[in-house]
């Protein structure tokens, strides 16, 4: 595929000699015996055999659309039946899924289309007021595929055919297109191929203990890496395990799905821990069937972690990771101090990692740095981005995160904060250069700087330092403004500040610090 990186011939050879990568595929990922059960969303429930079929049936019917290996197709869905048996239905085919996020809008969707050129595009129909098929008139797809009232389009229902043999895709082949989080502008492309992702599930489910006994509750979007592939929804289906999908986090959602369905598992980002955390001392939920609860996309604060046996009954999981690859776990068996205290060490035994300074020297062993990576699951470039993979990576493929941490002897990772330009709210990346520069297209806008505001629930919030042309724009007045930009509303900032003047480093540079400062 042009545009994809792949990795140097040496490290290929090693990886498959080592076993790290075989010849599974995604289509693959559905091992449990057909009777148990497999999905539930909602009022459906589907067993092994249930599930197999209707992806069997909706892979028939892409092929009959004209879809096939290698065609990319946007999927912008929640979390229902109707996601999973997409995905699993691109992936057999040998299509690659760019899994959006249902908060994603015209600028960021439009975007995707264009980056990864895009043959369909596959979408619910409305989100509250807002209706998915009045955006997808404007996107350049030859194929639309609505998971609800289509109007002129085929609906994801009609997209039906007696199973046929396709073309199986090569383990080496992309997979699926991941989003990143964004430091420079708007989300890229992140290509993970069937065997890197295959082995990125599989061993997270080994060390995260998946059996056909667990029973996952998903409450994160399941286009979310954490939540498809750490172990998540396919980790579990490579394990004969069940998949309970739920609408939100929100306790009034997530408690009575895991006492009706006994769930066993959930990851959660620290907002929804904290939520879970206080709602359980007056839910009336019984919540005793949760064993583990799995806590990543942000810095877990070790003071929450250690509430987390006595208020929820479960033990407590920190993942630390990221859609371009390397995942750290705190391991089952680890101590207490461990699991409270760090971000887990990294899951593959080839997982390289250095710790650099700002000159990209290593650091003294307990030092703080940036975290560098390569491996088995990590990439080696964006999709179609040289001059960024220029910057990310070193010349000897190491991935440079952004990430600062510190490494304990044991191999424990304790994150102390981001390198990089990007705010982490509650898990979710918003990168403060994109967002400066839809707010510097508002007419009373002349600059604009956005930094991170700490923060007890989300880890961190926005604000936007403005330097303004007359009258000052509210933040509802700018809300607006970048709604009607198309710009999901997770990137709004949660507060405004306006300033003469930027504070400048000795370079000319905007000091953030120094505005951080402020709010302090």
């Known amino acids: 595929m042009d545009g994809f990186t792949p990795w140097p011939p040496d490290l290929e050879a090693r990886y498959?000699?080592?076993?790290?990568?075989?010849d599974r595929v995604l289509g693959d990922v559905l091992r449990g015996a057909p009777e148990r059960p497999a999905l539930v969303a909602g009022d459906e429930r589907l067993t092994y055999a249930d599930l197999d079929l209707r992806a069997a049936r909706t892979a028939a019917g892409f092929l009959r659309l004209g879809l096939g290996r290698g065609d990319r197709v946007v999927v912008q869905l929640p979390n229902t039946a109707g996601f999973v048996v997409a995905f699993l239905a691109l992936v057999r085919i040998g299509a690659v899924p760019v899994l959006a996020l249902p908060a994603h809008r015209a600028s960021e969707i439009g975007y995707l289309c264009e980056l990864s050129e895009a043959r369909g595009y596959v979408c619910g129909d409305t989100d509250g007021d807002f209706d998915y098929r009045e955006m997808a008139r404007g996107l350049p797809v030859e194929h639309v595929?609505?998971?609800?009232e289509a109007q002129e389009f085929t609906a994801l229902s009609a997209v039906?055919?007696?199973p046929v043999e396709a073309e199986r895709p090569d383990p080496s082949d992309v997979g699926v297109f991941l989003l990143?989080?964004?430091t420079t502008g708007l989300p890229k492309l992140i290509p993970r191929t069937h065997r890197d992702y295959v082995y990125n599930l599989e061993a997270s489910a080994e060390v995260c203990g998946f059996t056909e006994e667990t029973v996952y509750l998903v409450v994160l979007p399941a286009a979310h890496n954490f939540a498809l592939a750490c172990p998540g929804v396919l980790g579990v289906f490579?394990?004969?395990g069940t998949v309970v999908l739920a609408p939100s986090g929100s306790p009034d959602d997530a408690f009575p799905l895991i006492e009706r369905e006994r769930a066993t598992v959930c990851a959660v980002v620290p907002p929804i821990a904290l939520l879970w955390l206080d709602a359980a001392s007056w839910s009336g939920e019984d919540l005793s069937s949760l064993e583990l609860l799995q806590v990543?996309?942000?810095?877990?604060?070790?003071?929450?972690?250690?509430e987390v046996p006595g208020d929820l009954g479960c033990r407590v999981q920190q993942v630390f990771g990221m859609a371009e690859g390397l995942l750290n776990y705190t391991r089952l068996d680890d101590s207490r101090d461990l699991v409270e205290h760090t971000q887990g060490r990294p899951l593959s035994p080839a997982d390289e990692i250095r710790v650099v300074d700002e000159d990209g020297e290593p650091v003294a062993p307990g030092e703080v740095g940036e975290l560098l990576t390569r491996g088995p699951y990590t990439l080696r470039g964006y999709y179609r981005a040289p001059e960024h993979n220029a910057r990310s990576f070193t010349p000897d493929g190491f991935y440079r995160t952004g990430d600062l941490v510190r490494v304990l002897p044991t191999g424990h990772l304790v994150?102390?904060?981001r390198a990089k330009d990007q705010i982490n709210r509650g898990g979710d990346k918003i990168s403060a250069e994109e967002l400066e520069g839809h707010l510097l297209a508002h007419p009373a806008v002349h600059d604009a700087a956005v930094v991170g505001v700490p923060d007890a629930m989300m880890g961190e919030r926005t604000c936007a330092f403005l330097v303004v042309r007359e009258k000052e724009p509210t933040l509802r007045e700018l809300k607006d403004f970048l709604r009607a930009r198309g710009v999901a509303a997770y990137k709004y900032p949660d507060r405004v500040e306006t300033v003469e003047t930027f504070p400048r480093t000795p370079v000319g540079k905007v000091s953030k610090k120094a505005l951080a400062a402020r709010l302090s």
């Open 238 to 240: 490579a394990t004969g």
């Open 296 to 306: 990543g996309g942000a810095k877990f604060a070790a003071e929450r972690a250690a």
């Open 160 to 162: 039906d055919a007696d």
């Open 145 to 148: 595929v609505v998971d609800g």
């Open 16 to 22: 498959t000699a080592e076993g790290y990568w075989g």
């Open 180 to 182: 990143s989080g964004g």
């Open 415 to 417: 994150v102390e904060g």
